[in-house]
């Protein structure tokens, strides 16, 4: 709470980074993403974007850094090794003279969000007048320099506040994160930022919520158009445009009852089988695929359990009473959003700045 009321910083270091370079490096990424990778006006700049499989399922999502003459993937520490692994043999299996180096040893991140972001970071750079908006829009990539260490931030967000990744040298993230500190700012752990928060602003979790079972559209992350470069999966994608619906959806959902047969608040974690309070049964979409739970968590701005779960089509409308099971009791729990839609977006309660 105080994150989006004030500021607060937490340590990403575990991300996972890997650098793409040679002469094919760009066509590999392109090949590779979902996202438009390649032209000049993507320099400098950072993508969030994602792997799909032949299917056109969803494989991993994570951002490219841009650069003159490379491409840093910004990986999850979990995914970023198969993801890796799958860079260099796509890379030799298509002939791309491509060099996908680890330098997830080399670097460190520290987030920065909140609304007073902005003003906490200006305390301690060289040049606050560079963080203005007008110098630096969102998803820019730029140098700036916090006690007299080279920093690359990027301006970003998981948890849906205003706000960057700083991205560091190994040698030097002690005395970044000293000087942020120093001016007061709190720090906070990784569950608010991967859980608590990016669930209240319905952001997805790969390996949980973004899963080869499901395609982008389910996920309610295709962009609006698809790009003109052949990558993989692009055939079954477009197939997958051309539906008049999907067979399902990723829905968030809250629980509108916690309380057990003993009279204890259950706040759950995990997953739990999504049913059809009339009946008891889990639902089964379509394609045979049963609906669960795919993140759980209690999202302390609205004070409510929240929860995400893929949702057969016919179940997919706001306000649907459904039920969860959860160590042998079911709670109720109402449909409160289809795709992508936060429940608390203080971007929607203002100007973006």
């Known amino acids: 709470l105080a994150m989006s009321e004030d500021c607060g910083i937490v340590n990403l270091s575990h991300f996972s980074m890997y650098d793409v370079e040679g002469p094919d490096h760009v066509a590999l990424l392109e090949w590779l993403c979902a996202a438009k990778i390649g032209g000049d006006n993507n320099i400098g700049k950072g993508i969030y974007t994602h792997f799909l499989d032949e299917e056109g399922m969803v494989r991993a999502d994570f951002t490219?850094?841009?650069?003159?003459?490379?491409?840093?993937?910004?990986?999850?520490?979990?995914?970023?090794?198969?993801?890796?692994?799958?860079?260099?043999?796509?890379?030799?299996?298509?002939?791309?003279?491509?060099?996908?180096?680890?330098?997830?040893?080399?670097?460190?991140?520290?987030?920065?969000?909140?609304?007073?972001?902005?003003?906490?970071?200006q305390k301690?750079?060289?040049?606050?007048?560079?963080?203005?908006?007008?110098?630096?829009?969102?998803?820019?990539?730029?140098?700036?320099?916090?006690?007299?260490?080279?920093?690359?931030?990027?301006?970003?967000?998981?948890?849906?506040?205003?706000?960057?990744?700083?991205?560091?040298?190994?040698?030097?993230?002690?005395?970044?994160?000293?000087?942020?500190?120093?001016?007061?700012?709190?720090?906070?752990?990784?569950?608010?930022?991967?859980?608590?928060?990016?669930?209240?602003?319905?952001?997805?979790?790969?390996?949980?919520?973004?899963l080869t079972e499901y395609n982008l559209l389910e996920a309610d992350l295709a962009r609006p158009k698809v790009k003109d470069n052949d990558f993989c999966g692009k055939a079954k994608h477009l197939e997958y445009r051309a539906r008049e619906?999907?067979?399902?959806?990723?829905?968030?959902?809250?629980?509108?009852?916690?309380?057990?047969?003993?009279?204890?608040?259950?706040?759950?974690v995990g997953t739990m089988p999504v049913q059809d309070p009339a009946s008891g049964e889990t639902l089964v979409d379509d394609l045979g695929r049963r609906s669960f739970t795919t993140s759980v968590a209690y999202g302390p701005t609205i004070g409510k359990n929240i929860a995400l779960a893929y949702l057969p089509w016919a179940y997919c409308q706001e306000g649907r009473k459904l039920?969860?099971?959860?160590?042998?009791?079911?709670?109720?729990?109402?449909?409160?959003?289809?795709?992508?839609?936060?429940?608390?977006?203080?971007?929607?309660?203002k100007p973006r700045s």
Request: negative net charge.
């Open 64 to 121: 490219v850094i841009r650069m003159a003459d490379r491409c840093r993937v910004i990986d999850g520490a979990d995914a970023g090794p198969r993801d890796f692994r799958y860079m260099q043999r796509t890379a030799q299996d298509k002939g791309f003279d491509v060099t996908v180096t680890d330098v997830t040893e080399k670097y460190v991140t520290i987030g920065i969000w909140g609304p007073n972001a902005r003003t906490t970071l």
């Open 124 to 210: 301690v750079v060289e040049d606050p007048n560079g963080l203005t908006p007008e110098n630096f829009p969102f998803a820019a990539i730029k140098p700036i320099r916090i006690g007299g260490k080279d920093v690359t931030a990027f301006r970003i967000s998981y948890v849906g506040e205003q706000g960057w990744e700083l991205h560091m040298r190994y040698e030097d993230g002690l005395a970044v994160w000293d000087a942020l500190r120093s001016t007061g700012v709190m720090p906070f752990g990784v569950e608010t930022y991967a859980n608590t928060r990016r669930m209240e602003k319905s952001l997805r979790l790969q390996n949980a919520d973004l």
């Open 245 to 268: 619906h999907q067979p399902a959806m990723l829905c968030t959902l809250v629980m509108t009852e916690n309380i057990d047969s003993k009279g204890v608040a259950r706040y759950p």
């Open 323 to 349: 039920q969860v099971e959860y160590f042998g009791e079911t709670y109720p729990v109402e449909v409160a959003g289809v795709g992508y839609k936060p429940l608390y977006d203080p971007e929607n309660l």
